[in-house]
């Protein structure tokens, strides 16, 4: 299996701050990477697919970069509602797997 | 267009077997250009993916589950099913079906909490 991990586990930031969240994954994947959001007792929503498109309907201060093993999800100025965690996931190889997350907190 | 919608008992005795079923509407579970997942969350931890189904009957599921999984589609209801047998406390979760495009789960639908207690 493809081990996803991704850090920090959690961190608090201010709205207008600038955060960015990394996933590294255990082998290649090539560009097989998509990003995560779920808020408390809600499905998770994808963001971003294929490591840097983003999801139709999802604002521009989302974005998504790397290759390979290592990758990143940029949120440029941090809203009100994006206070929520964040999941990485890869679809290179079954079975999929997830990263173990990464709670974004109000500082 | 396309949602989906778990449905199935909340509440499992150890050692039974789970039983979900998870109904596609607004689009064909047949349409061929996805597959159909189920994923599951054990309280207050990260997302486990259990396996997926085809329209054809194909599955793939997560060796972890230690073949006690098995997916089911029935495309004349538009839905496709999860049995998880042996069950034991360990599959206290919130199980979610989702559409794999084979690039990402791009619709979820919304969960069950399913509570394996005697």
């Known amino acids: 299996d493809i081990q996803m991990t991704q850090s920090p586990s959690s961190l608090s930031a201010s709205v207008g701050d600038r955060v960015t969240i990394t996933c590294r994954a255990s082998?290649?994947?090539?560009?097989?990477l998509n990003w995560y959001q779920q808020k408390p007792g809600k499905a998770p929503k994808v963001l971003i697919y294929a490591v840097s498109s983003l999801q139709s309907g999802v604002p521009s201060r989302f974005s998504g970069s790397g290759s390979g093993t290592d990758f990143t999800l940029t949120i440029s100025s941090l809203q009100p509602e994006d206070f929520a965690t964040y999941y990485c996931?890869?679809?290179?190889?079954?079975?999929?797997?997830f990263g173990g997350g990464t709670k974004v907190e109000i500082k | 267009q396309v949602q989906l919608q778990e449905s199935g008992p909340g509440l499992v005795k150890p050692s039974q077997t789970l039983s979900l079923t998870c109904t596609v509407s607004?689009?064909?579970?047949?349409?061929?250009?996805?597959?159909w997942s189920w994923i599951r969350q054990h309280p207050g931890k990260g997302l486990e993916w259990i396996g997926y189904i085809y329209y054809s009957g194909s599955t793939y599921y997560n060796p972890s589950l230690k073949s006690r999984a098995t997916i089911s589609v029935d495309t004349s209801k538009n839905q496709f099913s999860l049995k998880l047998s042996s069950v034991t406390a360990a599959d206290t979760a919130v199980y979610y079906c989702?559409?794999?495009?084979?690039?990402?789960?791009?619709?979820w639908g919304q969960g069950t909490m399913v509570t394996v207690s005697s």
């Open positions: 082998q290649s994947i090539s560009n097989f």
């Open positions: 607004g689009g064909s579970i047949s349409s061929g250009d996805s597959y």
């Open positions: 989702g559409r794999d495009t084979l690039t990402s789960f791009d619709i």
């Open positions: 996931q890869q679809s290179y190889s079954t079975p999929r797997t």
